[in-house]
């Protein structure tokens, strides 16, 4: 391989070396007298004593000069000189000669020889005129080679100038293009050529050229003999400008002009220096990105893009300083899903996401152009709206709002139906800081869900004081059920006769962050009063559901979940189309579900009952009637309803002592649901005592902790997969 440096210096010192002179004459003495002078001035000195011998050194030996006689014995110098001619010897000649004819100097001269010298020669003269030859051919050599390393070395800047990573460019005095490398054809799908004499304003971007003018001018140029390079980032405009500007740090730094060869048509005087710009663009294009994503990230939500919290405080801010200046309101709005828990829960995450993105955009239709929309949490978004003239422009926006999203959402094929409950708080009247209407607007919404939902509400200072203990509970609860602090626990019921598992009963718990294991009668009543049992109730359908339903699809096509249903939970005049939609969603079989309800509830309103009943009924859903036997003398109901089973309450078991202990109201209780063709459930058994009793008495199937306390959902699955408790 060829080991030669890239770049060779080009100084000629190094390259003056030892000279080689072919002396020819047929005189030995002269021979040897030449050569002895030569080598005392450092040439070297090869000797021919004929013509023939001179041309065979000739062939052999590049001389660097030739003294050549004339007359020789064997061919003449003429002879030598055309045969030098006729093989391309470049050889430069001089003639030292005994003839001093001029016709014979005039024909050596015609030949190509340099010079004729007359013998005898004069040492002085010959060594001067050798030196001038030999030196013109030193010098001619030189040049020849620092020629070729020039190219060479010029071919290898080009090379790396338009092989760089970066846009290199230098500018003139003027701002305009003198040189710029081929990357920019790349980078910016310019042609070079289009470039050149072009302003370099003319490729930047127009937001960056005033600052990059003043950083030019400032920092560059301001004092060019004593400028260090420095740095500056913009943005660069492909051609055409169709694709997206590009980010470049621009190292920039001063040079003289003149250094570079360059001609201003400026006149300048020899002494006055004129300075371009020297320019690197490194591009940082895909830096800024992530850069920018990164900003981004810290100031939205990346599933909706939506601002996040900091962002949406920061312009509360700005919008509170400007009403005050310009004596108007600010609307703070803060939306809650009515059902997104139940969907997310039941259709799976992905599709809540969906929902959500939909959500977003339905919102956005609403809004106007200095409105922000943000997302706080899960289903929660929050809504500025700066600027507005009265309380009842806020108004119209939330009416809007709670009519769009009343739309069912299509999703996956399937018609989701969510509601919205908003409460809003207004600048200047519920708060001085942003932070305090964003929290009076939130008391406000739990007050519009407490009144039933798809509400609209504004805050009222009064809902501060009186409802500050039931809201810290009820913000836990609801904080709780995005939490997922719930859980379901399922207690199974056996069938007295075969001891085999025939169903569950969904219990749910509360496991609180501070305060442990909560049980539902501590948070139900709480729940009920604020309506949030109806989130709840849904959620515990949902879920349990959801996990039921696996169960079943495992073989177990014949095990009855049963559900407990608040009265809250009936009053809602769209309970069944609900109850059903969330059975639809989760895929269950309505003949494998059984809501239980209390006496108290059915009896209240028994047309409406009925109704509801019936509805459930032709979807194979059955009803049983929990706690029975505590409350209500009048049974005449029962025959009104689809019943399927009465649930004795627990509270009977403990007359139960022993097998033939005469527990007259189980008895008649039993008796009845017989009569009645009812499945007679037993709640609280906690002996096998009760259990012998219950199946004396003919009773159909036993729940209690007697099988355990109630458990996950994954211990029950395991039980039913091995258990049959034995019964008798
Ligand atoms: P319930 O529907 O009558 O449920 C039976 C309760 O008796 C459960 O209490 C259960 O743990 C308890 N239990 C079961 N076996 C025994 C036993 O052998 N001995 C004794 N002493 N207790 C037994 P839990 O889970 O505390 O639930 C209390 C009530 O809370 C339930 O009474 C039900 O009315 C309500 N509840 C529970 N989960 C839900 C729900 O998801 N929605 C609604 N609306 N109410 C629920
Ligand atoms: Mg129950
Ligand atoms: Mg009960």
């Known amino acids: 391989m060829n080991q030669q440096p890239l770049y060779q210096n080009l100084t000629a010192e190094n390259d003056f070396r030892e000279m080689q002179v072919l002396v020819v004459d047929d005189d030995p003495r002269m021979l040897e007298s030449v050569k002895h002078l030569l080598e005392n001035h450092r040439y ?44 391309s010897i470049k050889t430069p000649v001089i003639v030292i000669s005994g003839n001093s004819s001029f016709a014979s100097a005039s024909k050596a001269i015609q030949m190509g020889a340099l010079d004729y010298i007359k013998k005898p020669y004069d040492p002085e003269e010959l060594l001067v005129t050798i030196k001038n030859t030999t030196t013109k051919k030193q010098l001619e050599e030189i040049n020849t080679k620092m020629q070729r390393q020039l190219k060479k070395s010029e071919a290898l800047h080009r090379y790396i100038v338009n092989n760089s990573p970066d846009i290199i460019c230098v500018l003139d005095h003027e701002g305009r293009i003198i040189f710029i490398n081929a990357k920019v054809e790349k980078f910016l799908e310019y042609k070079q050529h289009e470039l050149i004499g072009k302003l370099y304003s003319e490729i930047v971007n127009a937001e960056d050229i005033e600052r990059l003018h003043f950083f030019v001018k400032e920092k560059i140029l301001h004092n060019p003999g004593d400028c260090k390079p420095d740095k500056i980032e913009v943005r660069l405009v492909p051609k055409g400008s169709c694709s997206q500007c590009r980010f470049v740090e621009l190292t920039l730094f001063p040079v003289e002009l003149n250094s570079l060869g360059f001609r201003p048509k400026k006149r300048v005087t020899s002494r006055e220096k004129l300075f371009g710009i020297y320019a690197i663009a490194h591009d940082i294009t895909e830096r800024n990105e992530a850069k920018e994503y990164i900003n981004f990230q810290a100031c939205h939500d990346l599933l909706t893009k939506l601002p996040n919290r900091a962002f949406f405080e920061n312009r509360g801010r700005l919008a509170i300083g400007r009403a005050t200046q310009n004596k108007c309101i600010v609307a703070v709005m803060f939306l809650d899903l009515d059902r997104f828990k139940i ?19 339905r919102l956005g239709a609403c809004l106007r152009k200095h409105d922000t929309l943000s997302r706080f949490g899960a289903d929660e ?8 003239s009265t309380r009842e422009n806020a108004e119209i926006v939330a009416s809007k709002i709670i009519d769009i999203m009343h739309e069912p959402f299509m999703l ?22 942003i932070e305090r209407l964003i929290q009076n607007a939130e008391i406000a919404m739990y007050n519009a869900k407490g009144r039933g939902k798809k509400r609209v509400q504004f805050f009222d200072n009064k809902m501060n004081i009186s409802s500050s203990n039931r809201l810290v509970l009820e913000r836990d609860l609801r904080r709780a059920l995005k939490n997922n602090e719930f859980e379901i626990c399922y207690q199974p019921q056996i069938a007295i006769d075969t001891g085999r598992i025939i169903g569950f009963e969904a219990l749910i718990r509360w496991n609180h962050p501070e305060k442990g294991k ?106 049983a009637i929990d706690d029975f036997g505590i409350g209500y003398s009048s049974l005449s109901y029962i025959q009104k309803l689809p019943i399927h089973t009465l649930k004795i309450d627990q509270s009977f078991m403990q007359s139960i002592q022993s097998e033939t202990d005469e527990s007259c109201l189980v008895n008649a209780i039993l008796a009845m649901g017989k009569g009645l063709k009812l499945n007679t459930v037993a709640e609280g058994v906690e002996t096998m005592a009760q259990i012998k009793y219950l199946q004396n008495m003919g009773c159909d199937a036993v729940q209690g902790y007697y099988f355990g306390e109630p458990r996950s959902g994954e211990k029950c699955f395991n039980l039913l997969t091995e258990t049959t408790f034995v019964t008798a």
Not at 65 to 83: H, P
Not at 346 to 354: E, N, P, T
Not at 526 to 552: F, M, P, Q, S, Y
């Open 518 to 623: 909560i049980r539902p009668c501590e948070f139900i009543p709480v729940a009920e009063e604020t309506k949030l049992i109806e989130d709840l109730g849904e959620w515990v359908l949902g879920n349990a559901c959801c996990e039921v339903r696996e169960w079943i699809k495992k073989g177990y096509d014949r095990i009855r979940l049963s559900v407990n249903i608040s009265p809250m939970q009936i009053e809602d005049p769209r309970f069944v189309e609900k109850f059903l939609h969330i059975l639809n969603i989760c895929d269950f079989p309505g003949r494998n579900m059984e809501i239980e309800l209390t006496e108290s509830i059915l009896m209240t309103d028994l047309e409406r009952m009925a109704q509801i009943l019936n509805q459930l009924h032709k979807q194979s859903i059955t009803v």
């Open 44 to 87: 070297s000195a090869t000797i021919a004593g004929g013509g023939a011998q001179a041309c065979q050194e000739l062939l052999k030996t590049q001389f660097d000069l030739l003294l050549l006689d004339l007359n020789l014995d064997d061919i003449s110098g003429y002879d030598v000189m055309n045969f030098m001619n006729d093989n």
């Open 381 to 388: 978004f929050m809504l500025l709206l700066p600027e507005i």
């Open 343 to 361: 969907i997310n829960d039941s259709l799976g995450h992905a599709m809540g996401d969906r929902l959500l993105q939909s959500v977003t955009q």
């Open 412 to 433: 996956g094929g399937q018609e989701i139906f969510v509601d919205a409950s908003i409460g809003i708080s207004v600048f200047p009247g519920n708060g001085e800081t």
